[in-house]
């Protein structure tokens, strides 16, 4: 099957935003952004140097807009964001790429929602 005719079945978007602020401190304004995506009711992860979402593209995408704008609304003179995606396809359960491997219920990497 042609690559444009295959399904996505699982996108990941892992994103870090980077306030900068003329007074108070850039993790205030940084957890503004976090409780974006928590409100945001998709599958999610917190890491130390970006935080990690499961699902639709275009949703996801969203999300990091509005993550930004809480940036900005917070006292944010000017945000730099960093975005990573993750696209699998059905036949991607055998390639080295993927989330699941090594993933048990005791080390589940996601708050699912």
């Known amino acids: 099957m042609p690559q444009s005719d295959q399904k ?20 205030e304004v940084v957890d503004r952004a976090i409780d974006v995506v928590k409100a945001a009711n998709v ?24 993550a930004q704008q809480a940036c900005l609304d917070h006292g944010a003179v000017e945000v730099i964001t960093n975005i990573k995606i993750h696209t699998t396809t059905p036949d991607a359960s055998d390639t080295f790429c993927t989330y699941h491997r090594g993933v048990t219920p005791g080390n589940s990497m996601f708050v699912d929602r």
Do not use: C, S
Request: aromatic share 10%; no cysteine.
């Open 8 to 27: 996505a079945t699982e996108t990941y978007l892992a994103f870090q935003v980077i306030p900068r602020v003329r007074h108070g401190n850039n993790f």
């Open 43 to 66: 599958p999610f992860q917190v890491g130390a140097m970006e935080t990690t979402m499961r699902g639709e593209l275009n949703d996801l995408l969203e999300i990091v807009k509005q």
